[in-house]
Structures are given as C-alpha cells and as structure tokens.
C-alpha cells in the first residue's frame, strides 16, 4: 500500500530489456503497446507490432500489463506514469532500465502525517 511504501521504503528494479524486447524498432513498438494499455496516445500499427514483444515485459507486469506489487512491477495499464509519460520515457525505461529506492520515512514522520501523505498521493491518481 502506499502508507506501506511511505513507512518502510520501497526498493525497485527494471532490468535493460532492450535486448530481449530485440531491435530499436521492436523498442519502438512495445513503447506503443504499452501506450495503448492506458489508452495513451500511440500508434495503433506499432502498437499491434509490438504486442507480441511485450511477452518479454509480461514475466513482471503480466500479460494485461497490469503489474506485480510482489515484485514492485508497476501496473501499466492506468494513466500513473512514474517515470515520465510517452513513447520517450517508455523507450528509455526499456533502453536503459532503472533502479529506485524509496528510503523508509517511519522514522521521520509521524503516524498521521503518513496517513495524510499517503491520502495526498492517492489522490493524485484518482
């Protein structure tokens, strides 16, 4: 949850998928499918081409794109972008993977400032 994630840290990894996703335009492709998960823009022709290259994605995010809290696999499918927005960021994040942590803060803030932080930040998306 997010109080969870506010209070104890949460680590997160994204390996370099470039090479099994395969070549820039594959990249290209998957960037688009994954656009159309959360009915971003994208186009509808790489979207449908990067479809089956999204299977490499699938192992942490699933087949819907949906994600994986267990593995810290975000869900790609809603319109929260973490990382930046659009084929760029999407790109990148397969191109060049990504390493987040976010350190525990239990021990700075008190309990209700974490449940007005955690209110605040769902609140973003929604």
């Not at 499918?77 to 927005?85: F, M, P, T, Y």
Request: with cysteine.
């Amino acid at each position: 949850t997010i109080t969870e994630t506010i209070t104890n840290g949460r680590e997160g990894n994204m390996p370099v998928m470039a090479p099994a996703v395969g070549t820039s335009e594959d990249v290209r492709n998957v960037a688009h499918y994954v656009l159309s998960l959360s009915d971003s823009p994208h186009n509808p022709l790489y979207a449908q081409l990067g479809k089956p290259k999204f299977a490499a994605c699938a192992a942490c995010h699933g087949f819907g794109g949906k994600g994986n809290p267990m593995l810290g696999a975000p869900n790609l499918s809603d319109k929260v972008w973490l990382h930046g927005w659009g084929e760029e960021a999407v790109v990148a994040m397969v191109n060049n993977g990504k390493h987040n942590v976010m350190p525990a803060h239990g021990e700075r803030l008190s309990p209700e400032q974490i449940r007005v932080l955690a209110a605040y930040v769902w609140g973003l998306s929604n």
